[in-house]
C-alpha cells in the first residue's frame, strides 16, 4: 500500500521528448490505468517508475521518500512486463522465488511463498515446470505471481495482456481486477486498448505525445474529455465541424457542415462568440436513426424545442452502406453530401437498406464541443 | 522441369566435388603429419617406411617437450582467462551502453588493431616494452601478447552471443531486487555460458598455435610447443615434431568438437522450446 507522486516527469532521448511534464498524485490502493496510443510515452512513464528509465528532469516520490535517483533494484517496485521476461534456464517456483531470493528470504520460507503465489493465479502445481512450456495465458500468471512476490510497494503493470488472444485478455482483466481488491496493493497498468481501461481502472490517466492530458475516473473521462484528443481515442464518434451563428444565454445554435442549423443547450451563459468555430462529437450510441416517414417535415431546416425545454436535433440524409458487425450493425449516412455514421443493435430486425431515406435524432445534451485548439467547450 | 532439375542437381553436385577437393587439399597436409608421427625410423619421410609407436614414447621420456607442453598449457589457460574476462565484459558493457557513446563507437574498431598488425612487429614491440617492466621471458609476457589477439575474437563472439540475448531478462532481475553482480550471476551468465565457454576456448586454440610472438617473447624456461619445434625442426628433422604437431592438432579438434557441442545444445534447447 502507498502513494505514489510523479512531479513534472520528463524523459528526453537525444531531441525527442518521450515524456513532457507528467505530474499526478497515483492514490493508496488505487489501479491507475495510463492510456494511450503507441508513442505516447506511458512505457516510459512506467519505467520511470519502476526504476529502469532514468528521468531527465522531475521527481518520483514513494510514500513521501524521493526515490528519483534510486536504482531498479533499490526501489521496492515490481514490473509485469509485456513480454513477460520469465527467466528461461529457471523453474516456474524459481522464477517466483527469485526476488525473495535477492532480498535473502531463506530458502525454506521463501518456496512456501512463491508456492502460495502460484496457487493464487491459479498455478499451483506449475512450480517444477520450464517456463519456456507454458501457453501465454499460463506465462502470463506467473509473471504476476513473481512480481506480486516480493510484496512491491506498487505493482506496475506494462501492456502485459496484450500478447494474448481476445478471449483470454478479457477473463485475465476480471481475474486482475479481482487480484488487486484481493492484495490491496496501488497498481499502475499501462494498455492501448480503451476496453482494457475501462474494465480495470479505478481512475485512468489518458496521454499523448508524451503528455498526461486528463487523469479521472472512467466515467469522468468518457462523459467529460478535456480535448477532442480524449473524446476521440475513447471511442467512436462523429466529428461535425460547425460555427456558433447565435448564442443566448441558453442555447448555443450553430450552422453545421451537414447543411442543419442545430442548437446545442446551455446551463446559462455559454463559454462561445459569435463566429466561432466548434467541432461537436455525436457519438453513436446518442444517435437513434429510424426510417423517415415524412422527410418533409424538415423543411427549412428549424430545430424542434421539445415541451421541457429539452431540444432535439434531427438531420435527415440517405443511408450509403450498411456494415454488419455482429451485436450492432452501423450505418453510413450520407447528410446533404457530408458523411456520418449511427447505430442500431443487432437484434433490431426492422433493417435499413442502402439507398433508403433516413432520420438521425438525438438530444442536444448529448452533444460536445470542442475549440480549434481542442480544448472542450462549457455550454 | 526436370531438365532444369537435372542441370540443378548437377550443378550442385560440381559445388560440394569442388568444395569436398578443396577441403581435402587443405587437410592433407594435417593427415601428412599424422602419419608420419607413427613412423618407425628415424626419418620424417612420407608414406614412411615402416609404423611404430616409438616416438610418442620419445615425446613422452623429453623433458624438454614435456615442459614446453606444460608452457604451452599454462600460457594458454592464462589467455583464456584474461581473454574472456576482457572480451566477455567489454562486450556487454558496450550493450549495457543506451546511446552509442564515444567509447561505444571507438571500442570495436580499437579492439581489431592488434590483429591487423603484423605479429613480427607486435612481438619486437612487446619484447622491448616488457623488458621495460622486467617482464622478459615470464608467462606474463607470453599471455599478455595471445591476449592483444584472442581478446577480439571473443569480444565479437560475446557481441553476437548478447545479440540474441533477452535483455528484459535483465531489466526483470533488476527490478526484482537484483543488483548489478547479482543479475549477471542470476540471470545473464546462466543465457550466455554456452557463449562464454566458446569464446575461453577460441583464445586458448589461439593461443596454443601461435608461434611469432611467443618466439620472440620466451625464453628457454618458457618456450611453448611451437617455439620448440621451430627449433628442433632447424636441428634435426625426426617425427617428434610430428607427435607434438598430431597432439596439437588432436587439442585443437577436441576443443572445437566441445565449442560445437556447446552451441548446439544452446541452439538445441531453444528450438525444443
Known amino acids: ?379 | 522441369m526436370s531438365s532444369t532439375l537435372h542441370r540443378e542437381t548437377l550443378e550442385t553436385a560440381a559445388f560440394r566435388a569442388g568444395y569436398l577437393s578443396l577441403l581435402a587439399i587443405m587437410l592433407l597436409p594435417l593427415l601428412v603429419v599424422v602419419v608420419t608421427s607413427f613412423s618407425g625410423t628415424g626419418r620424417l619421410a612420407f608414406p614412411p617406411e615402416s609404423f611404430s609407436i616409438a616416438w610418442y614414447g620419445e615425446f613422452l621420456d623429453s623433458v624438454r617437450w614435456l615442459d614446453a607442453f606444460t608452457n604451452s598449457i599454462i600460457v594458454g589457460v592464462g589467455t583464456a582467462l584474461l581473454a574472456t574476462v576482457l572480451g566477455v565484459t567489454g562486450a556487454f558493457g558496450q550493450e549495457l551502453e543506451d546511446d552509442d557513446g564515444l567509447l561505444g563507437t571507438l571500442l570495436a574498431p580499437l579492439v581489431l588493431v592488434p590483429l591487423l598488425i603484423p605479429p613480427v612487429i607486435l612481438g619486437i614491440t612487446l619484447l622491448m616494452y616488457f623488458n621495460e617492466f622486467g617482464l622478459r621471458g615470464s608467462y606474463a609476457s607470453i599471455v599478455l601478447a595471445h591476449t592483444l589477439w584472442a581478446t577480439p575474437l571473443v569480444y565479437f563472439v560475446m557481441r553476437s552471443v548478447f545479440s540474441r540475448f533477452d535483455w528484459q531478462q535483465l531489466d526483470a532481475a533488476q527490478d526484482l531486487g537484483a543488483g548489478p553482480v547479482q543479475s549477471f550471476v542470476h540471470v545473464v551468465f546462466p543465457n550466455v555460458k554456452h557463449g562464454i565457454f566458446v569464446g575461453g576456448l577460441l583464445a586458448f586454440i589461439i593461443s596454443l598455435q601461435e608461434f611469432v610472438m611467443a618466439l620472440f617473447l620466451s625464453t628457454p624456461g618458457t618456450q611453448t610447443i611451437p617455439v620448440i619445434a621451430w627449433t628442433e625442426i632447424r636441428q634435426a628433422l625426426d617425427p617428434v615434431v610430428s607427435v607434438v604437431s598430431t597432439i596439437l592438432v588432436v587439442i585443437s579438434v577436441v576443443a572445437i568438437v566441445a565449442a560445437v557441442i556447446a552451441t548446439n545444445l544452446e541452439w538445441l534447447s531453444r528450438q525444443l522450446s
Open chain 1, 1 to 379: 500500500m502507498s502513494e505514489i507522486t510523479l512531479s513534472e516527469l520528463e524523459k528526453q532521448y537525444g531531441d525527442t521528448t518521450a515524456v513532457e511534464d507528467v505530474s499526478v498524485d497515483i492514490r493508496d490502493g488505487e489501479l491507475l490505468c495510463l492510456l494511450g496510443p503507441s508513442g505516447s510515452g506511458k512505457s516510459t512513464t512506467l519505467r520511470m517508475i519502476a526504476g529502469l528509465e532514468e528521468p531527465t528532469s522531475g521527481e518520483i516520490t514513494i510514500n513521501g521518500e524521493d526515490v528519483t535517483d534510486q536504482s531498479a533494484y533499490e526501489r521496492n517496485t515490481s514490473t509485469v512486463f509485456q513480454d513477460w521476461a520469465l527467466f528461461p534456464h529457471k523453474s516456474v517456483l524459481e522464477n517466483v522465488a527469485f526476488g525473495l531470493k535477492m532480498r535473502d528470504v531463506p530458502k525454506e520460507q521463501r518456496r512456501e511463498r512463491a508456492e502460495a503465489m502460484l496457487e493464487r493465479v491459479q498455478m499451483g502445481g506449475y512450480g517444477d515446470e520450464d517456463p519456456t512450456n507454458l501457453s501465454g495465458g499460463q506465462k502470463q500468471r506467473v509473471a504476476l505471481a513473481r512480481s506480486l512476490a516480493v510484496n512491491p510497494d506498487v505493482l506496475l503493470l506494462d501492456e502485459p495482456l496484450s500478447n494474448l488472444d481476445k478471449r483470454l485478455r478479457e477473463d485475465m482483466q476480471i481475474e486482475l481486477r479481482e487480484i488487486h481488491e484481493d492484495v490491496e496493493e496501488t497498481f499502475v497498468h499501462v494498455t492501448h486498448d480503451q476496453d482494457e481501461a475501462f474494465t480495470l481502472a479505478d481512475r485512468i490517466g489518458i496521454m499523448n505525445e508524451g503528455e498526461l492530458i486528463q487523469v479521472g475516473e472512467p466515467t469522468e473521462v468518457y462523459e467529460n474529455p478535456a480535448n477532442r484528443f480524449i473524446e476521440g481515442f475513447l471511442g467512436d464518434t462523429n466529428f461535425v465541424e460547425s460555427e456558433a451563428v447565435r448564442v443566448t444565454d441558453d442555447a448555443v445554435h450553430v450552422e453545421t457542415e451537414l447543411g442543419y442549423e442545430l442548437v446545442l443547450p446551455s446551463d446559462g451563459d455559454p463559454d462561445v462568440t459569435e463566429g466561432a468555430e466548434l467541432t461537436l462529437s455525436l457519438r453513436p450510441e446518442v444517435l437513434s436513426i429510424e426510417q423517415d416517414a415524412a422527410a418533409d417535415s424538415m423543411e427549412g431546416h428549424e430545430q424542434p424545442v421539445l415541451a421541457d425545454g429539452s431540444t432535439l436535433n434531427a438531420v435527415v440524409g440517405t443511408v450509403e452502406n450498411v456494415l454488419y458487425r455482429g451485436s450492432t450493425v452501423r450505418y453510413s449516412v450520407s447528410v446533404n453530401g457530408t458523411s456520418m455514421f449511427a447505430e442500431r443493435t443487432g437484434a433490431n430486425t426492422d433493417a435499413l437498406t442502402a439507398g433508403e431515406e433516413v432520420r438521425i435524432e438525438w438530444e442536444g445534451d448529448d452533444v460536445l464541443a470542442f475549440r480549434p485548439d481542442g480544448s472542450q467547450v462549457t455550454l
